[in-house]
């Protein structure tokens, strides 16, 4: 049978495309990703092709939790729950459960798209939440990203937000690369990576491999660790390339991302590093660090901008 006419679609959904000045971006319904950033042609994320499925949660948005929950195991108020496990080597439910969701687009223009997404109700995670991720471009300003939940179901639900970009310096190696995290504590060591770990571990980040306070050369270190002790207000994450002074930055506010998980990108090809900002540290399901109470109806929000350095 010939299927005469037919166009099908990619496993990331039919690309968005904004535009302002000499910003370009490109987004995907499945997962609300974020494919593509770019400044005169310059990449400032790592770009995903239309045609690949996502390695590594490449652009994705991170709800209804971020990070890990150890063993997908949690309880909430007197119940105890099981989501499903996806990272089968540390035992972990990882990054939530809408990566892989078409969203539908509810508004679109030039330069700004809205997304919205119904999470209904399932073993594991029996709440209904109404999601919306928003990106917007400014000539000037870059990437703006809003990123939105609202109970819309009759219990409250526990909740968490992060999005997981790859910041780049036009894809050249991280090892070349300066870093600069503000952030004063880290969650664990080196030879912890990989795993929720207990908030007992926190420790100053000062004098460890995991120290970027001082834009610091990257070199061979690796890093997928949770930062804390960011600043209360505006905080940047910078990524550039001292050679040639191209790079990207990330903007948040610390009252609203008081967290920060830093991934130096190994399952990319060291090309770019994972910078994502989460309203929660690892395992806050178990922990209760951060952790979002939703109440029905109540809304939460969580704003961040991706800009050239």
Not at 19 to 26: E, F, H, L, Q
Not at 29 to 47: E, F, I, N, S
Not at 200 to 215: C, I, N, P, R
Request: aromatic share 8%; proline share 8%.
């Amino acid at each position: 049978m010939t299927n005469t006419g037919f166009h099908g679609t990619g496993p990331n959904g039919s690309p968005i495309e904004l535009a302002a000045g000499s910003y370009r971006a490109t987004i995907y319904p499945v997962g609300a990703t974020l494919a593509a950033l770019t400044r005169d042609g310059r990449h400032l994320v790592l770009p995903l092709p239309e045609d690949t499925v996502p390695h590594a949660y490449t652009g994705k948005v991170l709800m209804p939790w971020p990070n890990r929950i150890a063993g997908g195991r949690y309880s909430f108020e007197g119940s105890d729950y099981q989501v499903p496990v996806n990272e089968p080597e540390t035992g972990m439910a990882l990054h939530g459960l809408v990566c892989w969701d078409e969203w539908q687009v509810a508004e679109a223009a030039a330069d700004r798209v809205v997304l919205r997404h119904r999470l209904m109700g399932q073993p594991g995670y029996p709440f209904t939440l109404e999601l919306e991720a928003v990106y917007a471009l400014d000539a000037g300003a870059g990437l703006s990203v809003e990123l939105a939940a609202r109970n819309a179901g009759t219990s409250a639900a526990p909740y968490g937000v992060s999005a997981h970009p790859y910041l780049t310096a036009d894809l050249v190696p991280v090892d070349r690369c300066v870093l600069e995290v503000p952030a004063a504590q880290v969650l664990g060591t080196l030879e912890q990576s990989g795993r929720p770990l207990d908030l007992s571990e926190l420790q100053d980040v000062k004098g460890t491999a995991l120290a970027f306070t001082a834009a610091e050369p990257i070199g061979a270190r690796t890093a997928d660790h949770a930062y804390a002790g960011l600043p209360d207000g505006e905080w940047q994450v910078r990524l550039t390339d001292p050679e040639t002074g191209v790079g990207s930055v990330l903007s948040a506010n610390g009252k609203d991302a008081p967290w920060l998980q830093v991934y130096s990108g190994e399952q990319m090809g060291r090309r770019g590093a994972a910078v994502e900002p989460m309203t929660c540290p690892p395992d806050a399901f178990n922990s209760g660090e951060g952790l979002i109470v939703l109440a029905p109806g109540e809304e939460h929000r969580l704003g961040f901008g991706i800009a050239a350095a």
